[in-house]
């Protein structure tokens, strides 16, 4: 009961400091609004061509919506100290960082939902497999969180984390299939898509949307859990290593 008061508490302040802030919420809803007006406009098809959009465009608002608050937050905490006050509570290092990452991970969620809902609104999204979608998004977030909480505890400033997260945001664009198929890229670069998360959640909303896939829904699944727990696991590691005295 200790540990979800402590889990409640940490979340609600991280809700109340960063996520609910006036500048992320509008910055939540216009960046995912702004990537489907210009994919829409790119392709010349107009809302036509969204729902051959919105896989990539789900994939990209949790991305950059989780990465960029989460690993500078952290980041800054650590910094400024107050960091250290939170690992001196009484509760497990695994519990403080699932609340701490937590707000990420709803910001992310909420984030998928916002060209879904424009999706529904501007186009037939009727053939859409939800009861996988929203497993995806969910898992996608998640292991997005996690890459954010990586970048995090392995850097010491915050232009440093903004800096190593464009570095595995940017070049996860083109290689792990949210516009380009795989299939499409150098034979030499496939096996680097293979080991980045966002290519097995990309296959997913692929799958749930447009009824496409590379790889079985349940592999897809499987993997991208494996992600979450590794991920998990070496920021865990590096916060013990280099965080804690």
């Avoid at 030499?188 to 990309?202: C, E, H, K, Q």
Wanted: aromatic fraction near 14%; include cysteine.
């Amino acid at each position: 009961m200790k540990a979800w008061i402590a889990f409640w508490n940490i979340l609600m302040k991280d809700m109340r400091t960063y996520y609910l802030k006036p500048p992320n919420i509008s910055w939540g809803l216009l960046f995912p609004l702004v990537w489907v007006v210009m994919f829409s406009i790119r392709s010349g098809l107009g809302v036509e061509s969204l729902p051959s959009l919105l896989p990539g465009l789900v994939g990209l608002s949790i991305l950059f919506g989780t990465t960029s608050v989460l690993s500078v937050t952290v980041t800054f905490e650590k910094k400024g100290r107050s960091f250290e006050r939170l690992l001196l509570a009484p509760i497990s290092l695994e519990v403080l960082m699932l609340a701490k990452t937590a707000g990420a991970i709803l910001f992310g969620v909420l984030n998928a939902f916002v060209p879904l809902l424009v999706g529904l609104f501007l186009s037939d999204l009727s053939g859409v497999n939800w009861a996988a979608l929203i497993p995806a998004v969910v898992l996608i977030a998640v292991s997005s969180t996690f890459l954010g909480l990586f970048i995090a505890v392995s850097v010491k400033e915050v232009f440093e984390a903004q800096t190593f997260s464009n570095f595995f945001r940017f070049p996860m664009i083109f290689l792990c299939g949210l516009f380009f198929p795989l299939e499409q890229l150098p034979a030499w670069l496939r096996p680097v898509s293979y080991v980045l998360p966002l290519t097995y959640g990309a296959d997913v909303l692929h799958a749930s949307i447009r009824h496409s896939s590379h790889v079985p829904l349940p592999m897809d699944f499987i993997l991208l859990a494996a992600f979450c727990g590794v991920l998990f696991a070496v920021s865990l590691r590096n916060i013990r290593r280099k965080w804690i005295i």
